[in-house]
């Protein structure tokens, strides 16, 4: 039985921060309400969205998974996400193993988190992106240092046993010192998972505009450069692999046996299904998604009207530079034979040649990153697919 992923999106948040990109915004709480109806509607109605919209459906599909992110999904009231949940056990068959809910530090609360449990959200992954409340006052950031640690133990009297932390390396005003403190609280309060992101800079944020017009708004002079950057990663790869961490993933660490399971998902290519304004989704051999506005989102769903949107047929020669785009992410590498035996490719020539420039490592069966090119990736991906 092939098992499925389910993604909830939920794009709503108290404030902008100044480097998100993401296609998140502020809206009223009256929305709140009847976004859930919304996503619990399409839910429900979603075998004939599929048909109507011609998308195949995952057959025989177990749901082990369900990731709710956003956006901030914690500003909702947990009755609310618990609705969701429901639609979810109602709508698919499901032996759910990992249920996570994308929470700011500020909205963490003993009543939240105990009715999160009771719902059924079993790993929570918590926006700290620094300790440091100068950079997050800089990024715009609702949360500081402190509300981290009550969180946490607030997280852990609830019974998670199952937190991610993500930190941001290259926030305004970081440097050395103070990302070395941030990387040492991340690992004395020792989260299951930790996530390390790369800012970055572009015209979808505020700060990314700013940096990109020559201005000084947002802090934009105090961003660390990409050396300094880069620096930062490197020095986290070191400190959280000191600390018992593996490295499973570009942006990923995890204590022995904590990978996200839903995650995986995507960097191997397996099925999943978003639900919610913006969410994506992928059947194996299609991609989607659902239109981004959550007001225009809300009044479309389950009316003769809704259209998914984007919808793409993926080509033979996509599939290929997904699986080497996305399977080269994880630090374990991919499997080469498997790939050119099942795309009928020949890669080994070009493989070779990125091995002589030390770009990638080649065991024979496995073909990975090398460790010191990881914050190039994506040198390495154009340079495989060329
Ligand atoms: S909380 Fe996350 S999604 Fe929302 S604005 Fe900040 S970075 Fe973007």
């Not at 309400?33 to 919304?38: G, L, N």
């Not at 947002?218 to 490295?247: I, K, T």
């Not at 994880?330 to 040649?353: K, N």
Request: with cysteine; glycine share 8%.
């Amino acid at each position: 039985m092939t098992r499925l992923g389910i993604y909830v999106q939920v794009p709503f948040c108290q404030t902008k921060c100044t480097y998100c990109n993401f296609h998140t915004g502020v809206f009223s709480r009256n929305l709140h309400i009847p976004y859930v109806e919304a996503v619990c509607r399409e839910i429900a109605g979603y075998p004939e969205l599929l048909r109507g919209a011609g998308i195949m459906r995952v057959s025989e599909a177990l749901v082990d998974t369900v990731y709710f992110g956003g956006g901030t999904p914690s500003l909702f009231d947990p009755i609310g996400l618990a609705r969701v949940l429901d639609a979810i056990r109602a709508g698919f068959e499901c032996t759910l193993e990992e249920v996570t809910l994308e929470a700011d530090p500020e909205t963490i609360t003993s009543d939240n988190a105990a009715a999160w449990r009771e719902a059924g959200f079993n790993r929570i992954s918590m926006g700290v992106q620094s300790f440091q409340d100068n950079e997050l006052k800089a990024a715009g950031r609702m949360h500081r240092r402190d509300d981290v640690f009550h969180a946490t133990r607030t997280l852990r009297e609830a019974g998670f046993q199952n937190i991610s932390f993500d930190l941001i390396a290259g926030l305004p005003h970081q440097t050395h010192e103070s990302w070395d403190e941030s990387v040492g609280q991340l690992i004395t309060l020792r989260p299951e998972h930790a996530s390390v992101y790369l800012m970055e800079i572009d015209e979808g944020s505020r700060l990314g505009l700013e940096v990109l017009r020559g201005g000084t708004r947002y802090s934009a002079s105090a961003l660390p450069s990409d050396d300094a950057m880069a620096g930062f990663y490197e020095r986290a790869c070191g400190r959280l692999a000191a600390a018992g961490y593996v490295h499973y993933e570009i942006s990923n660490w995890s204590l022995p046996g904590f990978e996200s399971k839903h995650n995986l998902k995507y960097w191997r290519r397996e099925p999943y299904v978003g639900f919610g304004a913006g969410a994506h989704s992928f059947n194996g051999t299609q991609r989607w998604a659902n239109p981004h506005d959550p007001a225009a989102y809300v009044t479309a769903i389950g009316q003769e009207g809704f259209r998914v949107e984007q919808l793409e047929d993926i080509s033979r020669e996509q599939a290929l530079e997904e699986e080497l785009f996305l399977g080269l992410r994880q630090l374990e590498g991919i499997d080469l034979a498997r790939i050119e035996s099942q795309y009928s490719a020949c890669l080994r020539p070009r493989v070779e040649q990125l091995c002589a420039q030390g770009l990638v490592e080649w065991s024979g069966t496995r073909l990975r990153l090398a460790p010191d090119r990881l914050t190039v990736s994506n040198e390495v991906f154009v340079n495989l697919l060329n």
